[in-house]
């Protein structure tokens, strides 16, 4: 049994910069894909930025590269978003979501995870 908390949302002005933190509490296999999703009002949730254990390996929507960094501290449980440059059209719901393989293909896509936190709500202001 596996479960995620997501933590560190906010309201902060464009520009500006948050952390995401993701904590993975149960039984976890020892190689996995987990990622970020976003879900802005009106709109379905993608993938913002994804991560696979095995190798190190990170991808990242095109919308967010340059500016977000995904990471996972393995010994600490603990998946991390750093979000820099902020901008208004970043305001979602951030998710974190896991599965126990190698990134997919679609990483991006919802359907590809098991396993979803409850959110934390992200808004940024001009």
């Known amino acids: 049994q596996v479960q995620l908390a997501e933590s560190g949302g906010g309201s902060v002005q464009a520009g500006e910069s948050l952390r995401l933190s993701c904590a993975v509490s149960?039984?976890?296999?020892?190689?996995?894909?987990i990622g970020w999703f976003q879900q802005a009002p009106g709109k379905e949730r993608e993938g913002v930025a994804a991560?696979?254990?095995?190798?190190?390996?990170?991808y990242y929507a095109d919308s967010v590269k340059g500016r977000f960094t995904i990471s996972q501290d393995n010994a600490k449980r603990t998946l991390y978003l750093q979000m820099n440059s902020l901008k208004p059209e970043d305001t979602a719901m951030y998710y974190c979501?896991?599965?126990?393989?190698?990134?997919?293909?679609?990483?991006?896509?919802?359907?590809?995870?098991?396993?979803w936190g409850q959110g934390t709500q992200v808004t940024v202001s001009s």
């Open positions: 149960g039984y976890i296999y020892s190689r996995w894909c």
């Open positions: 991560i696979y254990n095995g190798h190190g390996s990170a």
């Open positions: 979501a896991a599965v126990y393989q190698p990134c997919p293909v679609r990483w991006y896509s919802p359907p590809s995870y098991n396993y």
